[in-house]
Each structure stands twice: as structure tokens, then as C-alpha cells.
């Protein structure tokens, strides 16, 4: 869901004068040795730096490392919305940019927190005017790597969901008969737990249903 900016941000897109800016990439992975969280940044600068940034999740400013030099390919616009839609971005890497690489392959990206946000700068001294603001919030639905041509540059692509999927999935326990029942005597689920265990009969042969 879209956050409000601050001041200086606000201002500076309401000249509609064009902006120049970075996108930035936060990655939360798990490492496969270890099991341990652990984050990585990109971002479309030129080279290494402590960034402060807007959470996504808590609204709080943080600083972070991010890295350049080109590892980060392509963030494509990204719809700003005040509704629960559920988001679909894919963002891509090259594949030869070592924390990348790192995180995709070293780590367990599957279903990690991602966070992109855009940081904008003064058109004269080319310094943030703000704190980067957030513009996604979600996980990684799908990591495809792209497997090049000899004497070519693959890449890595992520697929993401935003975070609002997660409203839209039922937790078990409200698919139980007890849960149901709550609502009028609702018995849709009476015979979750032993449907599967029923025997009909197909033709000449009977068994279990499934």
C-alpha cells in the first residue's frame, strides 16, 4: 500500500520536472548452511553505500549497505496503489554480480521478504534530498536463472508477490468443522478429517476416494 512522503519528496514531485533517482532492492534469504536470515542490498548506483531508507514494514528510518556497479538490472514501474491488490513485480540481476549470486544460490530465496525502494536526488549536487522512500513490500514467488550462450551474460530474475497475498490465504484452523460451526452452524468442513478415507464404488472396482 502506498506510504505517505515526506516533505522534500512531495515537493520535489509536484514540480513535475522530471526526477533523477535510484531504485534500491533490500533481499532476505535463508543461508543454507545455517538456516540464519540474512539480507543483502542492490541498488542502481554506481558503487557501495550506507543508504538511510523508509521500512517498508515499520514506517521507521534505517540505514543500510547497499551495492552497485551494476548487479542490479532492471526494476520495472511499479503500480502504486490504497487497496489490498496483490502486486506482481519481477525484477533482474546479472547473473555475474557475486552478491547476487550469493543470494540466490548460496541462500534460500524462496519465499523471502523483499523490499524496493526509490531514492531520489538533487539535480544539482546529485545528493539524497530525503531518506529513500518504499515503494514494494512482498516476497519472492520464483527465482529463474537464465543459463547463457558461450561468450554471453545470463541472468537472474525474481519474481515477486506483495505482501497483501498473505490476506489472502486461510490459516488451517478456519478450515475445521469446529471453526465453521462459529458461524450459524455452518458444517461445510463436517467431514474434512474422514472424507479421504471413504470407499466408493467406480464401475466394477471400490477403494479409497483420492
Partial sequence: MVRAVDAATAALLQE???TIHRDLVWITAKNRATGALESIGLWTG????DIAVVSGETGATVTRTYYGLGGLLNVPPIPLV???????????????????????????????PVEIHRLYLDRETRLPIAPAVSRFLGFINAAPITTPKAGAE????LDLVSHTRTLTKKTPSRKSDEYQRRRLGDRFYRYTDVAGQWEVAWGEESGPIG
Fill in 46 to 49: 554506481q558503487d557501495h553505500a
Fill in 154 to 157: 545470463g541472468s537472474i530474475r
Fill in 16 to 18: 513535475r520536472n522530471g
Fill in 82 to 112: 490504497s487497496d489490498l491488490t496483490v502486486r506482481k513485480v519481477s525484477i533482474s540481476f546479472s547473473q555475474l554480480d557475486p552478491a547476487i549470486e550469493q543470494a540466490v544460490r548460496g541462500f534460500d530465496p524462496r519465499n523471502g
